[in-house]
Structure formats: C-alpha cells, structure tokens
C-alpha cells in the first residue's frame, strides 16, 4: 500500500508528454526517433518511481534533471561500443586491443573495396566468374616461394581446414612439447577433436627424439604436425626434432608434414637482432609441405589465416566445403593485400606497418617520444601531475617472441593527491580510452606503442580527469 504522501509525490512526477516537451529534449528529438525518446524517457521514469517509493520522504527530480539523464542515456545507446583505444601499455600485439593496427594503405585498400563494388569474384580480363581466392595468390607465392596459397579467417580456421582435409578419421603426430594452448581459445588438442582427426602425442613435455616420432607412424598416419610453441619456451633438459628432420621423417614415409607457424613472419627480425622467430620462407625452403600463419600478429595485417605450401594440398583445401564458412570477406583480402605490398620492399615494410614500425624503434627515439609528450602535458596542466621518464622493457605479446623483451621508455605519471588507480580509471573510462599500466604507485605509459598523433588524446584524456 502507498502512503498519501508516495501517491502525492508520484502524482508530481513529470507525465512523458510533457516531460518531451522540455527544451532540453529538442535536441534529442531531432536526433532520434520519437518512439526512442519515449522509451528512455519511461524507463527513467520507472526508475525514479522505485526510488521515490524506497524512501519515506520523496521529493520528485525536477525535470531538468530527467531531460539531462535522458539525453545522457541516449547518448551513451547510440555511441559506437567498439572504437579505437590509445594502447601505453608497450605490448604490440595486444589480443585484448585488437592485436595489429593497419597500415595507412591497408586502410585505404579497405575503404575503396568497401566503398565500391569490387571485382571479388568476377575476372576482368574474361568477363567471367573469378574466385575470391585469386587475389592474394599471387603476391604469396612470390613473398614466399610457395606453390600455392590459400585465406581463411584466421590461424585458427586455417589448422581445422588442414587437419579436417588431410587428416579426418586418421591420425596426426605432434610431439607432446607441442600441445599448445593459446590465449585461452586455441588449443590443439581442442581443434584436433573438432577436425576429426586422432591425436597421437610423441615424447615427453621436454624432449622427443626422431625414434618418437619414426615409432609412431603406421598406416593410420596422415599427417606430421609441427606447432609453433609461440608464447612459452622450454629451457633446461630440451630436445626436439628439428624442422628438416621432421621433413626427412615425412618424406621417407610418403605422409606430408604441416607447421603451425602462429605468428608467421616475412620480415626477418632476426637479422635486426629481434628473437628467433624463423620466416615462412624458411619454413618452406626446409621443405614443409603446408605452413599456416596468424594475419595479424607479426605479420601486421587483418586477421586472416594463411596457408602457404605444396599446390597438390592446397588444391584438396580449396575443394573442402567446409571453407565456405571459412572464407574471408572483401575487406579482408583488400587489407591483406595492400600489408603484402609492403613486404616487396621489406624497407617500406618496416616503414609502413605499424607492428613492424613499433618492434624496431629505438629506445632513443621512445624517450624522446616520452619527453615530448611530457612536455605536452606540462604546458597544458602547469605542475599538476609528478612525472619523469624512465627505462623500461616492452614485449611483443600476442603470442608471439616469447621472452624477447624490447628496450623501452615509458612516462611515469603521478598525482599528489588522486589515487593512481583513480587515475588509471579515469583514463581507461575517457574517450578515447587511455591504456596504461600501474606499478606500486604509479602510472606507466609506454611510448613504444603510442604515435605522435596520438599525444594531444593523451593530453586532453589528463585534462579531464583532473578538472
Ligand atoms: C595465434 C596462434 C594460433 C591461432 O591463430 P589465430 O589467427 O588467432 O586464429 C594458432 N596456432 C599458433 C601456434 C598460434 O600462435
């Protein structure tokens, strides 16, 4: 039962008419649909009425102050809930941020096939149906000597096509240092059941000898499966079998050997003194016959699965029905496409593609970085914040070059009196979102991962939370 006072007080709640009628609504009116408005607006409404009824002496909100929670909640309905965020966190392949930012003219790609039709499958020269399969083919086969070709979704829907193709109802051998797990949502093990395909694990966790492996092949046997051990490694007591003896092993048998490479590159760190990641010309030279890698780890591009290996198997994939669900869409091939170009000139490549771009720079030049953008800060907000730059290490993440740590500088930012979790909060809660990390008492933003362009967010980001 209501006392006579709750009926009163409800009684001078705005009724939603009137309430549209506010100038502060105008606005909104003409932005949204009518019946929208009149949603939030009950909705609003609802809630204040509970509220008042929880109370013993309510006074109803004025409706200035519901015309300003109803153009809040609009807005916050109708922004973009997956949008860019500024990542001061130094992992260049951060999963939970999207992995690998495009390059300029992989976004340019993107937009002209999106904007348009496109020639995906339709051949021009012939006038005649084409195959969206055509288009990077070519530009794969020349970055790395393969045969053959192949996109799919992504790493993940390239090792079930394989699988599922050359080994359904048959056994696989991996060794068992191998069965990885990555990121939680990858595991082979996991993929191999849904492949159809039997697993049989050789050696131990730290070692498999040539014996394992020639002991575990029968008539059975399909496929030899090397997986990239990406995000861990084994040190100590180790053995395993190397890539051209795996290849050896295979082709004495007859069976055909595949490697998930996870992260796969083109461009070889190595030589700039960046892990031991080999590339997938290495791979292929060695004599692997199918070797499947990410889009967008290292190489820098979208996510897309690429197969890369002997015509003869790649020819079985592209007749496997279940690659109709795998298949990449338009704007995946176009940024695909235009991250390969780069990689004609490996230089352009290390210019071009931001994941490249960001693994190579210098620490002098990410302290510099830092410096300006403190400087920045400084000039828009006086001695408000306690800063300095200092040394840090950056990794790659995403699963890729586990253990190599990355020279880096960071700024170092504090409040004299805002909590630094407050401070991480705030960031992460604006718009754009501020990434950065928290050590003891402070607020770390690595610039390894930061453009210049976005220093000025940064700046603006600070300007907010401190008002
Ligand atoms: C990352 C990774 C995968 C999964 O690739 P996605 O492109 O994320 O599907 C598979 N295998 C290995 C070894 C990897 O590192």
């Given at each position: 039962?209501?006392?006579?006072?709750?009926?009163?007080?409800?009684?001078?709640?705005?009724?939603?008419?009137?309430?549209?009628?506010?100038?502060?609504?105008?606005?909104?009116?003409?932005?949204?649909?009518r019946q929208?408005?009149?949603?939030?607006?009950?909705?609003?409404?609802?809630?204040?009425?509970?509220?008042?009824?929880?109370?013993?002496?309510?006074?109803?909100?004025?409706?200035?102050?519901?015309?300003?929670?109803?153009?809040e909640t609009l807005d916050r309905l109708t922004a973009p809930r997956l949008r860019p965020v500024i990542n001061g966190s130094g992992i260049v392949l951060h999963t939970n941020l999207g992995r690998a930012r495009l390059s300029k003219?992989?976004?340019?790609?993107?937009r002209d096939v999106a904007l348009s039709y496109s020639n995906l499958e339709y051949r021009l020269h012939t006038g005649q149906r084409g195959s969206r399969h055509e288009h990077v083919e070519g530009i794969l086969r020349r970055l790395t000597g393969a045969e053959s070709a192949l996109v799919v979704n992504n790493n993940a829907a390239a090792v079930l096509l394989v699988l599922r193709t050359l080994a359904r109802g048959r056994e696989v051998i991996i060794s068992r240092g191998q069965m990885v797990e990555i990121g939680g949502s990858f595991r082979v093990s996991e993929i191999m059941r849904e492949s159809g395909a039997r697993l049989v694990e050789v050696?131990?966790?730290?070692?498999?000898?040539?014996?394992?492996?020639?002991?575990?092949?029968?008539?059975?046997?399909?496929?030899?499966?090397?997986?990239?051990?990406s995000n861990f490694k084994i040190i100590g007591f180790t053995e395993s079998v190397s890539r051209e003896e795996m290849v050896e092993i295979a082709r004495k048998h007859g069976i055909p050997c595949f490697e998930d490479l996870?992260?796969?590159?083109?461009?070889?760190?190595?030589?700039?003194?960046?892990?031991?990641?080999?590339?997938?010309?290495?791979?292929?030279?060695?004599g692997v016959d199918l070797v499947?890698?990410?889009?967008?780890?290292?190489?820098?591009?979208?996510?897309?699965?690429?197969?890369?290996?002997?015509?003869?198997?790649?020819?079985?994939?592209?007749?496997?029905?279940l690659l109709r669900a795998l298949r990449v869409d338009k704007m995946t091939l176009a940024a695909l496409e235009a991250t390969l170009h780069h990689y004609l000139n490996p230089e352009e490549a290390a210019r071009e593609i931001p994941v490249l771009r960001q693994i190579l720079k210098?620490?002098?030049?990410?302290?510099?970085?830092?410096?300006?953008?403190?400087?920045?800060?400084?000039?828009?907000?006086?001695?408000?914040?306690?800063?300095?730059?200092?040394?840090?290490?950056?990794?790659?993440?995403?699963g890729s070059l586990p253990g190599v740590e990355l020279p880096s500088f960071c700024l170092s930012i504090a409040h004299p009196h805002m909590p630094v979790h407050r401070m991480e909060e705030g960031l992460r809660r604006g718009n754009p979102?501020?990434?950065?990390?928290?050590?003891?008492?402070?607020?770390?933003?690595?610039?390894?991962?930061?453009?210049?362009?976005?220093?000025?967010?940064?700046?603006?980001?600070?300007?907010?939370?401190?008002k």
């Open positions: 039962m209501l006392t006579k006072e709750q009926q009163q007080a409800l009684r001078r709640l705005p009724a939603v008419h009137l309430l549209l009628e506010h100038p502060l609504l105008a606005p909104c009116l003409e932005r949204f649909p929208m408005v009149v949603e939030v607006a009950n909705d609003i409404l609802a809630m204040e009425r509970r509220r008042m009824l929880e109370i013993d002496d309510p006074t109803p909100p004025d409706p200035e102050r519901i015309a300003v929670r109803i153009t003219a992989a976004l340019r790609a993107v050696g131990t966790t730290n070692k498999t000898r040539r014996e394992d492996i020639e002991g575990a092949i029968s008539e059975e046997t399909a496929l030899l499966l090397k997986v990239h051990t996870g992260s796969g590159v083109l461009y070889d760190l190595r030589a700039r003194g960046i892990g031991e990641e080999p590339t997938v010309q290495e791979c292929l030279r060695a499947s890698f990410s889009g967008d780890k290292l190489l820098g591009g979208p996510q897309a699965g690429i197969i890369v290996g002997k015509k003869q198997w790649i020819d079985l994939l592209k007749k496997n029905q210098e620490p002098g030049e990410i302290r510099a970085s830092a410096e300006r953008l403190m400087d920045r800060l400084r000039e828009a907000l006086g001695e408000a914040l306690w800063m300095e730059v200092i040394p840090t290490v950056s990794e790659v993440g995403g979102p501020v990434i950065g990390r928290l050590s003891r008492d402070r607020l770390l933003l690595d610039l390894r991962t930061v453009e210049e362009e976005e220093h000025p967010h940064i700046v603006d980001a600070f300007r907010r939370i401190l």
